[in-house]
């Protein structure tokens, strides 16, 4: 799946415009914040805001600027994860996930080195993704996506503990962002 399959899939799971009172985002359209899109260049109406111009800023903050796009030539279905985890909860705590994980699964250290968990796919966690390939195979993405979508999930659980009203979106969260 390419980046523009990946984001015409968000922008519809996402919806048109929304501004539900419990959500601290405040109002976005096709799931991009206002001040998102504030800090993106964009000045209008948030009900107005271009398909094209959402489309762009999921490319540019979440896709390439994290450098999803170099887990994509890697391990894609992961890269998807990051892609929609990272839009939704920011593109540093889907790395750190990824970065956990692999810390998690290379069995002591012995199949690659532990990295830092700082939300950043660099060189370090490029090289823990590949390690972690060559010793678990095409199969062994899978369990990684497991290990990615086990993290998300705990934190939105947690975000729904902490706050009551992100109760309202918790079943949502769980039947739309995970598996």
Known sequence: MDIDSLIDALIEREGDYADHPADR??????????????ANGYAGAMRALPLDTAALIYRRLYWTRPRFDAVAERAPAIAAELFDTGA???????????????????RG????????VDGLVGPA????????????GRPGE???????????GERYVRLAEGRPANEAFLYGWLANRIG
């Open 25 to 38: 985002g405040g109002p976005t359209r096709f799931g991009i914040t206002e001040a998102v899109a504030r």
């Open 88 to 106: 939704n909860m920011g593109p540093k705590v889907a790395a750190a996930f990824l970065q956990r994980a692999l810390n998690a699964l290379n």
């Open 109 to 116: 250290a012995r199949d690659y080195a532990d990295i830092s």
């Open 125 to 136: 966690t490029l090289d823990a993704l590949d390690g972690f390939l060559r010793h678990r």
């Open 142 to 152: 899978a369990v990684l996506l497991k290990a990615i979508e086990a993290l998300q």
